[in-house]
């Protein structure tokens, strides 16, 4: 298993200012550099405490590289719905070029009825929009005189600068895997899959870890498939510490993100079967149900080191997992002794043997 | 006078990399940023060695900014034309947040066919466009539940986050700066001017600031109008180094703007009155004349030093200068060597008396 950090900020203005969030995620950056984790990731949101604070993904990844020089820099994800695909091939190969080549390009669908509606984009064609955007990104990265012909785009013959270090082009993974249709077509498509385990019960991961797995080996990919599971992540010396912390941080991302999905009261989308059951969220309150299934990495050293065998046992152990663990809620403390706990007292002991 | 650094690159794969062009660039960041300049600066182009490896410049400002405590971030300029103005707020917020409210934000309504033809923008709604994407970005910036209705956009009502560090926002300035009209109405608008004297001759410059400071006076705002003038600069201790280093600079870089207004052949436009005339820039060889002129900061410490108390003479004295010290072509030990001769034994020698 490999290590790194997702930022998904779920503070607003009357919480922490943004220049007082980023110091705080650029402190735990460095560290994570310094402590040898994998990578960082920035989350692109709009207008709500829930991911909010950044719209733009790589602006936060682009002051990232420009501090550190290992750790790999990741969007979590970007969504291509919502920009030109110039626009996000070029920002993308600046990044890639900016830090030699440490580029993790996910991109997701989105699914917030008010981000669409800002930008002016029917949800329905959200589908595809996200396979259009990311094709043509693609192009971009590795054709000279590249022409795109779609349904929402055309341009060139254009050869896009910069091209990026990593050839053919950095990896691409898709966050858009809830159904196992989207699972199959990203593996064919030898994109790399990212996911969050809270938003599916455990077997519907499995399944899908399965079947990603299946499906990327039997299209022969020159390379091995990833997977990048979310969890949030609370390590503490004392069990009741760390369960405090974590149910508080669980309680407000459950607030931030109910004031997001709240417009799915009044949406329905036959691209989004189901959805408009998100906006009973805040109502549930699964913390200890959670905690059960491994879906929150929250304990003693000792406790998630049993959780992290928990998982490999569940969907492998050849995964990558991007911890959440500054929201924003908690002081910044407490997402560094989370980072030192784990690298000094967890990791260690999970390493694969040679 | 203030002085700064503006990125300019003109160098395409075949001539430099862009991961060694942005190595460079974050190297003179740093001296800048030691040796106590006010300001880097990036542009954006896309597609061609004129400026092309830029097409995102908050993305490079980013990456300055995660390295950087001082040194003022600015576009140099970005293009509302080319991008949804939720997004180019948004990011700008972000940067102003990650640098602690360092962002000058200049705006542009550029000038290369094969941009607007890539991104589907007919050149005649460059003017309106650059219009409606500045006022909608300021009014992100600057209000809640913010709603627009415009000729390219709508959307909200919406609160943009994050918002500014700068109250009421980051200074903006506008680069096009061609006619007096628009001079006019920047200063009115409480725009601040930024633009390129090698563009024009000295009167029509002069004509222009003396109006820029007329309108911003009668105006009445409660803030200083700024300038900002772009220079190409090479200093050096022998002045035949330093004539053959920027000569060899302006040659190339006439060569890539050459082929970047290649289209103009084919193109007019109403909103762009004798651009067509672009398309011959290849075949002036102009650089005496410029240098004389003072378009070109080019010599040893002493010819720089009166080439900027003409400039003081000719515009005021009250100015920013930013300084094209590295498009690529030299080695980056040269615009080094500018940037330590400039702060060493020209700028303690201009600064005014308080
Ligand atoms: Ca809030
Ligand atoms: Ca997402
Ligand atoms: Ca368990
Ligand atoms: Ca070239
Ligand atoms: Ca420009
Ligand atoms: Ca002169």
């Known amino acids: 298993m490999k290590f790194g950090v997702v930022f998904f900020p779920t503070v607003g203005p009357e919480d922490k200012p943004a220049h007082q969030y980023f110091d705080e995620c650029l402190r735990l950056v460095d560290l994570a550099e310094e402590l040898g984790y994998d990578h960082v990731k920035m989350v692109e949101h709009y207008f709500f405490a829930y991911g909010g604070y950044s719209p733009d993904p790589v ?22 719905a919502f920009v030109h695909p110039v626009k996000l091939a070029g920002k993308l190969a600046m990044l890639d070029n900016i830090s030699h080549g440490r580029v993790d390009a996910a991109f997701g669908r989105a699914f917030l009825p008010d981000e669409f509606k800002a930008f002016g984009i029917p949800m329905d064609e959200s589908r595809d929009r996200f396979v259009e955007g990311v094709e043509a990104v693609k192009l971009l990265w590795t054709t000279e005189d590249a022409e795109w012909k779609g349904t929402f785009h055309e341009f060139g013959p254009v050869t896009l ?157 050849d995964l990558t997992l991007s911890l959440g663990i500054h929201s924003g809620h908690l002081p910044v403390e407490q997402a560094e002794t989370t980072l030192r706990l784990l690298a000094d007292r967890v990791i260690p002991h999970l390493r694969r043997e040679p």
Chains 1, 2 share one sequence.
Not at 62 to 79: D, V
């Open 59 to 80: 602006t936060f990844l682009a002051a990232a590289a420009g501090r550190t020089k290992r750790l790999r820099l990741g969007t979590s994800a970007t969504i291509p």
């Open 161 to 317: 600068l910069p091209r990026p270090v990593q050839r053919p082009h950095p990896p691409v993974f898709v966050t858009s895997a809830r159904s196992v249709d989207s699972v199959v077509a990203a593996a064919r498509a030898g994109h790399h899959l990212q996911t969050v385990p809270n938003a599916m019960t455990v077997d519907e991961l499995r399944e899908r870890v399965t079947v990603f797995r299946r499906e990327w080996a039997a299209a022969g990919h020159d390379r091995p498939g990833q997977i990048h599971l979310t969890f949030p992540c609370v390590v503490a010396e004392d069990e009741g510490e760390a369960i405090a912390r974590g149910r508080l941080d669980e309680e407000r991302n459950t607030v931030a993100i109910s004031q997001a999905v709240r417009a799915w009261q009044d949406t329905t989308s036959t691209a989004y079967p189901g959805y408009e059951k998100l906006a009973d969220i805040g109502k549930r309150d699964l913390f200890d149900q959670k905690l059960a299934d491994d879906k929150l990495l929250i304990g003693t050293p000792d406790q998630v080191a049993a959780q992290l065998r928990s998982i490999a046992d569940l969907y492998g152990d």
